[in-house]
């Protein structure tokens, strides 16, 4: 399952409640402007990237196309602000899916295109000096244009927690939204990973086209289970532990300096029984025809909302 990263935003330094704008970067803050982390920023607030406004390449030879950063036009000094631009898509653009361009990089010879965020992105311990490319969104090629749903992130991770796991870490679009009891896993370092926590993008390439994107009024979070203060999984409640955790609310965690769960993301568990009308997920025992054979967090294609993305998860009533 693709995992996405809610944004930075810019606050008031008159009104802590008060996010003047979303961001991806502290530096897109304008003065006296404070940026905040996104677990710092109340209710569904810089929840996706259709709230994140980005900039346009001005130039003729950039095409006038949408994109984040400077750096990603042919001319930088043409790169302007522009409320019609998102992380997602151009207001103006007749196009209704996903317009807002992103970076190519090549990572060494004989290498395919890669898409990136930033610049910054292109870096790579791994590849030598010199052998990386930033290519630019206008000649990037319009033969294969980088969207955010194309763009691969990094993710914050728990300290102390390993293996990292997808209860203990989020994705994050840099180092910069790492709270103080995280550690920022680098988009290259995930991208190697075997068996990586989560697959995090930019944006999912549904929720890209325009007019998709659904916000709720608040994010709802849970708290999780804990063994020797060690996060060890998410839950909804004291039920989902383990006999030797114990459970912490959302408030307690956010305490101690932990980000809670989304509690979209929770894991849930299955009715195993062939007399079953539907082999789907379920949230309690209750559900099933036969509790004693529900598979509590079965897998992690079980969530809150749906096995897989596909059929809704049951609960009792």
């Not at 999912?204 to 203060?229: A, T």
């Not at 007399?275 to 079980?302: I, M």
């Amino acid at each position: 399952m693709i995992s996405t990263p809610r944004f930075g935003g810019c606050r008031d330094p008159n009104d802590p409640e008060q996010i003047v704008q979303c961001a991806l970067s502290p530096d897109q803050c304008p003065p006296p402007t404070i940026y905040v982390q996104p677990h710092e920023i109340p209710n569904n607030a810089c929840q996706t990237g259709s709230q994140v406004t980005v900039g346009r390449c001005t130039s003729n030879l950039d095409a006038n196309l949408c994109t984040p950063f400077p750096a990603a036009c042919e001319i930088s000094a043409k790169f302007v602000k522009d409320p019609t631009c998102d992380v997602l898509s151009d207001e103006t653009s007749p196009i209704l899916g996903p317009s807002t361009r992103y970076l190519h990089c090549l990572m060494g010879p004989n290498k395919p295109k890669e898409c990136v965020l930033s610049v910054s992105d292109c870096e790579d311990k791994d590849v030598k000096e010199g052998e990386v490319i930033s290519i630019r969104v206008a000649t990037g090629g319009n033969d294969d244009p980088c969207f955010c749903h194309h763009v691969p992130t990094g993710l914050c991770y728990l300290e102390g927690v390993l293996p990292i796991t997808s209860d203990s870490s989020f994705c994050s679009v840099g180092a910069h939204d790492c709270p103080d009891a995280y550690t920022y896993l680098s988009v290259h370092e995930l991208l190697r990973m075997e068996s990586p926590p989560r697959i995090c993008r930019l944006c999912l390439e549904e929720d890209s086209q325009r007019g998709n994107q659904r916000l709720h009024e608040q994010v709802v979070e849970s708290g999780g289970c804990y063994i020797n203060d060690k996060l060890t999984r998410c839950a909804l409640s004291w039920l989902q532990c383990e006999p030797a955790a114990t459970f912490q609310s959302s408030h307690e965690m956010r305490s101690q300096g932990h980000v809670p769960c989304s509690a979209a993301e929770v894991s849930v568990g299955r009715c195993m029984s062939s007399l079953e009308e539907t082999s789907g997920c379920a949230g309690t025992s209750s559900t099933c025809y036969l509790p004693a054979k529900f598979q509590p967090r079965g897998d992690s294609s079980c969530t809150v909302h749906a096995d897989a993305g596909l059929t809704p998860t049951y609960f009792g009533k």
